[in-house]
C-alpha cells in the first residue's frame, strides 16, 4: 500500500492508502468512541459512534470503515463530528437501564466510560424503556439482554472466530433481539470470549455474578496451563482468591482469545475437595500434622524404603503433565542427586517401549498460514480449542483440511474427514509415503515396497506433494495405538519429503516443560509402566490422581498401594485414592498460586508469577521438593526464588529419549479399538473440580460411540454401557472402533 | 402518455410474448445475439436518453452501468429490484404484471453491457400474482430460446430467475437484497464497497429498479433522444406516477416528465367529492411533504419536484384532501418505519420507536409543549448518521410535516385532539 500523508484534527499524519481510518487514531492515539468496531472481527459499521467529519463528504463517515486516501482531511471534535457522536450516544442511552450500580459490568463497561464524555445529564426520553426477557443460556455465561447494545461482536465473534454462529440477531428494529438460536444455548468451547467482546452488561461471566467490582480486584499477568498453547491471560484476584480470568493479548500464542477451559478452570481452586493440611498415615489412620513433622515423616520413610539401604534404584518419581517447568527440573534434580534415575511424566501411554517421537517445527502463528492440513486423530475442537482456531483461519483462506480420525468429528470449518480404524492409519501413511517417494524419483524402504497405495493414500500424497505449506498434526488419539512410534516416524518422514511441518499434540500441557527438565528416564531408568510392574520400594508423586491420570488405574493403584511401598505424594486435591496408597499427604499449590514457567508448542518458556497464596498450609511444589532436598542434605538446592531455578535450567537442551524404530505395519490387533479420551473438561485435576465448567454441555459429554455393526457385534445398544460409559450408536464411527470420550474415571483395563 | 413501460397495456393479453413481440419486444436482444451492437454504443444510447434510476434515488442508468468492472474475472450479476414496498407506490407491481417482458429484455440488454450471465429478479412477497405472470413470462423466453446458455449459438449466456421475498421493506435497499438474495437476514451492507465492486456473493453486480429496465428495451429501439424528447432537461423520458389518496381516479399514470403537478391530477380524475387539497407527498412516502399552494406550482420532474421542496423519488404521489389529520398521517408514517427499520444501526433502532411514541403519545392526548422541538430533533438526529437511508426516510416526513403544518401538532397537543377531525 502506498504511503500517503492525511490531516486528523488539524494534524498531518502518515498513512497507507485504504487503511481504515480507526487502525490510524488507534495508531496515533487520538480517541474516536466506538462500540461494534473490534480489531479482531468484521466491520460491522452499527453502531454509528464513530461518526467523524471529513471534509468534502456532506454526511458523518463511520471511522472503522472508512478507507483513507492521500490529503484527506479528517476532523473527529468538531462540531458536526460531537454533534454526530452525542446524538448516537443519547439513542443508545434511550434504552438502555441507568442503574449502573446494580450492573456487573459497572466500572469496566465501555457504554459508561463514553457515556462520561458524551452524554448528556438529562435524559428527554420519557417514553417506556425497552425490556427484553432474561434467556438462560448455559452455566458460563450471564444474560442480561435488556442492557444490550445490539454491537452484534458477539455474533460476530460466533461466526467469525468460533465457527459456529450460536448468537444472532432476530426480529427487527427495536424488537432486534441478540440471542443463542437454539434453546440449548451457547456451547462453544470459546464461549466465554463473547464475555470479553461485549462492551456493556449484556454477557457477563456467571460464575462471577455479583462477586465483585472490577476495580476491587487486582489483576496478574498470567498463562493457562491446561494444553500446550499456554494462552496468556490475567487472573483478577481479591483476598487471595483468584475470582475471575480475562484474555490477554499474545499475537503470537492466543492473539486475544482464551478457551473456556483456560477462562473457567479457576473455579477448581475454591473447591472443598481441596488439601490444605499436611497428614500422615499412622497405623492405617490419616492425621493432620504440622508441616515439618508430615516432612520428617516423608524423608525418614524415603530414607528407610529407599536411601539408606541403597535401594534409590528402588525409588520412582511421577509427575503430573501439569507441572511446573521448574517442578519437573527440582524434582529430576533431586532424584538424580540421590541415585534415581526412575523419573517419568507419561502416566497414560501403554506401550512406552516405543514412544512416539515427533518435533513440532511450526510456530502457533505461522499455522492460519499453511495452505494443506493433514490431522491424524485429534478431536481438535475440543482437545486443542486455540490451535484449532488457527487451523479455521487457514482453512477459510483456502488451505485445503483433511483428517484421518476414528469418527467424523465436528471440526467447524471445511474438512474432508476420513473415518478409519487406528489399526489403519499407518497402512494409509506409508501408501502416502510410497506414493510421495516415488514422485520425488527416491527408493522406498523395504517395509512399503509391498504396499499397495489406497486411494485415499494416493490422495492425501497428490494433496501434500501439491501443496508449499503442508502442515500435518498428529493428535492424542494415536497416543495408545499400537503403531504410534512408526506412524510419528512416516509423520516426520512425509513432511520432510514435502517440505512440511509438523505439529506434534499427542502430548499436553507442559510436557515440553518436562523435557527441556529432563523429566525423563535416561539410559539406566526405568519409565512409569516398568516402574509399576517393577517391585518398587517407594514413590514420591507429583499431583497425580490414578483413576484420571494412567492408562491401567486399576493396576497403577495396585502397584502404588503394595504393603511395603512408602509413597510421599504431593497433591492439590484430595482423593480417595491418593489417600489408599500415599503414606504422607503434602498439599501443593495449584495453578495461579505458584509462580514458574510452562514451555508452550513455540518453545517459548513463558514465566509467570504466583497471583495468589495457595490455601491454608499448602505450598508451591518447587518450595515442598527444595525443602525435601535440604532434609536428605543434597548440594545444590539454595534456591531462593523460582527466578533462580528458571535461570539455571534455561541452558538445558531438550532431552528426548531417541531410539531407532522399526517400522512394522504388520503389528495390528484384531481386536474392537477403543480410543478414550477425557472430555476436554476433565483433563486435569483442576479442571475436573471447575464446578461450571462440568456443568456445560462439554463438560458433560459421556459416550463410547460406535457403529451399528460394530454395536450388534459386541451385543450393545444406545443405553447400555461401555466400559461403564453410556453407549451412543453413530455411523459417523469407522468400523469396529469405539470412541469414548468421557467425564468419568478410566480403566482401560476393566471389563465392559 | 403510456409510451414506453406501458405501451401494450390496452392490448389484449399484454403480457404475452406474442404481444410483446408484435410491438418490436426483443428486437434489441436479437441485434446483441447477432452481434449487432457493442456494450458502449448500449451505454452511450443511455446517456443520451436521460434515463435516471427509478427505485427512487434517481442515479443515472447508463453511467451506473459503465461503473461495473465488466471485463474483472469471474462471476458478475445482474438484480432486478422487484421489491416495491415504499408507501404509496405500485408501478412495479403493473409493470410486472402487464409488460414482464420488457423487463427480461431490459436486464437482458443489461446482462450483455456488464458481463454478467447470472440475473435475479428479487420479488416483493405479497406480489404473487405479479410473481406468476413473471415466472409465466420467463418460460415463455426460455422456450423461444431467448435465455440460457450460447443462446442462439451465440456467444451470449444470460440466465434469469426470479426471488420472492419475505415481506420487509428493507430488503428494497439494495445492499439488504443482497444479502437476502444470499439466503441472510435482509440488513443493509456498509458502503463502500459498492455492489458495482462486491455485490452478491462478493461479486460485481448492477442493481436496478423494475421501471428503470423495463425502459431500457424502448430506449434502444426509438433511439435516446427520442427517450429523452419525451421529458425535460434533466428528466429524460416519462415516469409512471402512482397517484392515491383523495382523488376520483387512484391509478398508475405513464406521463412525460415534466408535466405540471396540477394536469396529472386532472389525470387522477381531481380531487374526490371537490373537496380542497391539502398537501401532497410526490415521491412516496419517504419524501418531504408539500402544502397544496406549493404543489400546485410544481411540475413533476427531478429538477420541478426539488424545487418545490421534495423528492421525485419512485413516483409515488400520495394526494390528500382538508380532512386530513397531519398529526395522525404522520404517526402513522412514523409508524412504517418503527415497524420496518432493520435495527441495525443505532439512530434508526431507537430514533425511529422515539418518534414513533412521542407522536403517538400526542394522539392519545397527552402531548407536552417540548414535543415538537423534540421530535425536531430527535429527526435531526437520525438524519445522516445512519447505514441506509431508511433512516433519513424516517426523519423526512417528520421534519417537512412540522414545517408545513405545524398549527396543526400544537392544537393537538393543547387541545388533546385534532385540529381537523370531528
Ligand atoms: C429503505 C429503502 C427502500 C428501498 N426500496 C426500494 C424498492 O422497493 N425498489 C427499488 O427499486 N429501490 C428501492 N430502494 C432503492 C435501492 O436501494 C436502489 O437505489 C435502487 O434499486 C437502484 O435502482 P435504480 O438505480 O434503477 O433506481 C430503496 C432504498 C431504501 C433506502
Ligand atoms: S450482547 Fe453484548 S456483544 Fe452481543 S450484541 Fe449485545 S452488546 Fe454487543
Ligand atoms: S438506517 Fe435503519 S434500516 Fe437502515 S441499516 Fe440502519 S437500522 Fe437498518
Ligand atoms: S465503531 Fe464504527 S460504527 Fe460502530
Given amino acids: 500500500m502506498a504511503s500517503i500523508t492525511i490531516e486528523i484534527d488539524g494534524n498531518i499524519v502518515n498513512a497507507k492508502a485504504g487503511e481504515r481510518l480507526i487502525t490510524i487514531t488507534d495508531r496515533e492515539g487520538i480517541s474516536v468512541p466506538r462500540f461494534c468496531y473490534h480489531k479482531k472481527l468484521s466491520v460491522s459499521t452499527s453502531c454509528r459512534m464513530c461518526l467523524v467529519d471529513i471534509e468534502g463528504v456532506t454526511k458523518p463517515q463511520t471511522a472503522c470503515s472508512t478507507p483513507v486516501s492521500d490529503g484527506m482531511k479528517i476532523h473527529t471534535q468538531n462540531e458536526k463530528a460531537k454533534a454526530s457522536q452525542k446524538a448516537v450516544m443519547e439513542f443508545l442511552l434511550i434504552n438502555h437501564p441507568l442503574d449502573c450500580p446494580i450492573c456487573d459490568q459497572g466500572g469496566e463497561c465501555e457504554l459508561q466510560d463514553v457515556a462520561v464524555e458524551y452524554g448528556s445529564d438529562v435524559s428527554r426520553f420519557s417514553e417506556g424503556k425497552r425490556v427484553v426477557a432474561p434467556s438462560d443460556i448455559g452455566p458460563l455465561i450471564q444474560t442480561d439482554m435488556t442492557r444490550c ?66 476495580w476491587q480486584m487486582a489483576s496478574a499477568d498470567s498463562v493457562a496451563r491446561h494444553d500446550l498453547v499456554g494462552s496468556n491471560l490475567y487472573a483478577q484476584t481479591y483476598k487471595g482468591l483468584v475470582k475471575r480470568v480475562v484474555s490477554g493479548d499474545n499475537e ?18 475454591a473447591h472443598e475437595n481441596r488439601l490444605l493440611l499436611p497428614q500422615i498415615k499412622v497405623e492405617g489412620q490419616w492425621k493432620e500434622v504440622e508441616w515439618n513433622v508430615a516432612l520428617d515423616f516423608a524423608i525418614k520413610g524415603l530414607n528407610k524404603n529407599a536411601l539408606n539401604s541403597r535401594k534409590a534404584h528402588k525409588l520412582g518419581g511421577l509427575a503430573s503433565s501439569t507441572a511446573t517447568t521448574e517442578e519437573f527440573y527440582l524434582m529430576q534434580k533431586m532424584l538424580r542427586e540421590i541415585g534415581c534415575e526412575n523419573i517419568d511424566y507419561r502416566l497414560n501411554v501403554n506401550n512406552l517401549d516405543d514412544p512416539i517421537h515427533l518435533d513440532s517445527n511450526i510456530k502457533l502463528s505461522d499455522l492460519e498460514c499453511v495452505d494443506n492440513v493433514l490431522v491424524i486423530g485429534a478431536n481438535l475442537r475440543l482437545e486443542q480449542p486455540m490451535i484449532n482456531l488457527r487451523l479455521r483461519k487457514a482453512q477459510l483462506a483456502g488451505a485445503s483440511v483433511s483428517a484421518l480420525n476414528v469418527k467424523a468429528f465436528d471440526y467447524n470449518h471445511k474438512t474432508n474427514h476420513s473415518t478409519v480404524s487406528p489399526n489403519e492409519i499407518a497402512t494409509i501413511l506409508a501408501g502416502a509415503l510410497k506414493v510421495i517417494l516415488e514422485k520425488n524419483s527416491l527408493e522406498a524402504p523395504s517395509y512399503i515396497t509391498n504396499i499397495n497405495p489406497s486411494e485415499l493414500s494416493i490422495n492425501l500424497a497428490d494433496k501434500l506433494l501439491d501443496s508449499e505449506r503442508s502442515v500435518i498434526v498428529l493428535g492424542e488419539h494415536v497416543i495408545n495405538n499400537t503403531q504410534a512410534a512408526s506412524i510419528a516416524q512416516m509423520v516426520a518422514e512425509i513432511a520432510k519429503q514435502v517440505n512440511g511441518k509438523t505439529l506434534n499434540l499427542t502430548s499436553s500441557a507442559n510436557t515440553l516443560g518436562a523435557q527441556y527438565a529432563h523429566f525423563l528416564p535416561k539410559s539406566k531408568g526405568m519409565n512409569t509402566n516398568e516402574m ?78 504466583a497471583a495468589v497464596k495457595a490455601p491454608e498450609e499448602a505450598k508451591p511444589a518447587w518450595k515442598i521438593l527444595k525443602v525435601i532436598a535440604d532434609l536428605l542434605e543434597l548440594p545444590g538446592f539454595h534456591y531462593e526464588n523460582v527466578t533462580q531455578v528458571s535461570e539455571e535450567l534455561k541452558h538445558q537442551k531438550i532431552y528426548e529419549h531417541k531410539q531407532d524404530i522399526t517400522i512394522d505395519l504388520g503389528k495390528k490387533s484384531s481386536a474392537i479399538e477403543t480410543i478414550w479420551m477425557h472430555s476436554a473438561y476433565h483433563s486435569d485435576a483442576l479442571l475436573r473440580h471447575a464446578k461450571s465448567l462440568s456443568s456445560s454441555k462439554i463438560g458433560q459429554t459421556n459416550s463410547a460411540s460406535m457403529n451399528t455393526a460394530t454395536a450388534k457385534e459386541l451385543s450393545l445398544e444406545c443405553g447400555n454401557t461401555y466400559l461403564g460409559v453410556p453407549v451412543v450408536v453413530s455411523d459417523t464411527v469407522a468400523d469396529r472402533c469405539v470412541f469414548v470420550s468421557s467425564n468419568q474415571s478410566t480403566d482401560m483395563g476393566r471389563e465392559s | ?18 404481444t410483446y413481440e408484435a410491438s418490436g419486444g426483443y428486437s434489441t436482444w436479437r441485434k446483441i445475439l447477432k452481434g449487432e451492437y457493442t456494450p458502449d454504443e448500449i451505454i452511450n444510447e443511455l446517456k443520451t436518453s436521460g434515463l435516471r434510476g427509478r427505485g427512487g434515488a434517481g442515479f443515472p442508468t447508463g453511467l451506473k452501468w459503465s461503473f ?36 427480461i429484455e431490459g436486464m437482458a440488454i443489461g446482462s450483455f453491457v456488464m458481463n454478467a450471465t447470472i440475473g435475479y429478479n428479487y420479488i416483493r412477497g405479497e406480489f404473487m400474482e405479479p410473481f406468476n405472470r413473471f415466472e409465466g413470462a420467463l418460460k415463455e423466453a426460455y422456450a423461444a430460446g431467448l435465455l440460457g446458455k450460447n443462446i442462439n449459438a451465440s456467444e451470449v449466456s444470460f440466465d434469469l430467475y426470479s426471488h420472492l421475498g419475505a415481506g420487509a421493506y428493507i430488503v428494497g435497499e439494495e445492499t439488504a437484497l443482497l444479502e437476502s438474495l444470499e439466503g441472510k437476514k435482509g440488513q443493509p451492507r456498509f458502503k463502500p464497497p459498492f455492489p458495482a465492486n462486491v455485490g452478491l456473493y462478493g461479486k460485481p453486480t448492477t442493481i436496478n429498479n423494475t421501471e428503470s429496465f423495463a425502459s431500457v428495451p424502448e430506449i434502444m429501439s426509438k433511439g435516446g433522444q427520442w427517450f429523452a424528447d419525451l421529458g425535460v432537461e434533466n428528466s429524460g423520458g416519462t415516469k409512471l406516477f402512482s397517484v392515491s389518496g383523495h382523488v376520483n381516479n387512484p391509478a398508475n399514470f405513464e406521463v412525460s416528465m415534466g408535466m405540471p403537478f396540477s394536469e396529472l391530477l386532472e389525470l387522477a380524475g381531481g380531487m374526490r367529492n371537490g373537496a380542497k387539497l391539502k398537501a401532497v407527498i410526490p415521491g412516496g412516502s419517504s419524501t418531504p411533504v408539500l402544502t397544496a399552494e406549493v404543489a400546485m406550482g410544481m411540475t413533476m420532474d427531478y429538477d420541478g419536484i426539488e424545487k418545490a421542496g421534495s423528492m421525485l423519488g419512485a413516483g409515488s404521489v400520495i394526494i390528500m384532501d382538508e380532512s386530513t389529520c397531519m398529526v395522525k398521517a404522520l404517526t402513522r408514517l412514523a409508524h412504517f418505519y418503527y415497524d420496518e427499520s432493520c435495527g441495525q444501526c443505532t439512530p434508526c433502532r431507537e430514533g425511529t420507536g422515539w418518534l414513533y411514541r412521542v407522536l403517538k403519545r400526542i394522539m392519545d392526548g397527552k402531548g407536552k409543549a417540548e ?18 437511508a431508511l433512516g433519513d426516510a424516517a426523519a423526512m416526513p417528520v421534519e417537512s410535516f412540522l414545517r408545513n403544518f405545524r398549527e396543526e401538532f400544537e392544537y393537538y397537543i393543547e387541545h388533546g385532539k385534532s385540529m381537523v377531525e370531528k
Fill in chain 2, 1 to 18: 402518455m403510456n409510451e414506453v413501460c406501458f405501451k401494450n397495456i390496452d392490448k389484449d393479453q399484454c403480457w404475452s410474448l406474442e
Fill in chain 2, 68 to 103: 461495473m468492472p465488466r471485463n474483472a474475472q469471474g462471476q458478475k450479476y445482474v438484480i432486478c429490484n422487484s421489491d416495491e414496498g415504499e408507501p404509496g407506490t405500485c408501478k412495479d407491481r403493473d409493470i410486472l404484471r402487464f409488460n414482464p417482458h420488457s423487463v
Fill in chain 1, 252 to 269: 503470537l500464542v492466543n492473539e486475544t482469545w482464551i478457551s473456556d477451559r483456560d477462562r473457567f478452570s479457576y473455579e477448581g481452586l
Fill in chain 1, 532 to 609: 509399576l510392574a517393577a517391585d518398587m520400594s517407594a514413590f514420591l508423586l507429583l499431583d497425580i490422581y490414578p483413576e484420571y491420570d494412567f492408562h491401567h488405574s486399576n493396576s497403577a493403584v495396585e502397584a502404588l498401594s503394595k504393603d511395603d511401598v512408602f509413597v510421599v505424594s504431593l497433591n492439590s486435591f484430595n482423593n480417595e485414592l491418593v489417600a489408599q496408597y500415599s503414606d504422607v499427604l503434602l498439599p501443593m499449590a495449584a495453578m495461579y498460586e505458584t509462580s514458574g514457567s510452562h514451555v508452550n508448542i513455540n518453545h517459548d518458556m513463558q514465566s509467570f508469577a
Fill in chain 2, 371 to 388: 414535543d415538537i422541538d423534540l421530535l425536531m430533533s430527535v429527526q435531526e438526529k437520525i438524519m445522516g448518521n445512519t447505514i441506509c
Fill in chain 1, 149 to 214: 447494545i445490539h454491537c452484534t461482536r458477539c455474533v460476530r465473534f460466533g461466526s467469525e472466530i468460533a465457527g459456529i454462529m450460536e448468537m444472532g440477531g432476530t426480529g427487527r428494529g427495536e424488537d432486534l433481539k441478540i440471542e443463542p438460536f437454539l434453546a440449548e444455548g451457547i456451547t462453544s468451547e470459546l464461549s466465554g470470549n463473547m464475555i470479553d467482546v461485549c462492551p456493556v452488561g449484556a454477557l457477563t461471566s456467571k460464575p462471577f455474578r455479583y462477586e465483585l467490582r472490577s
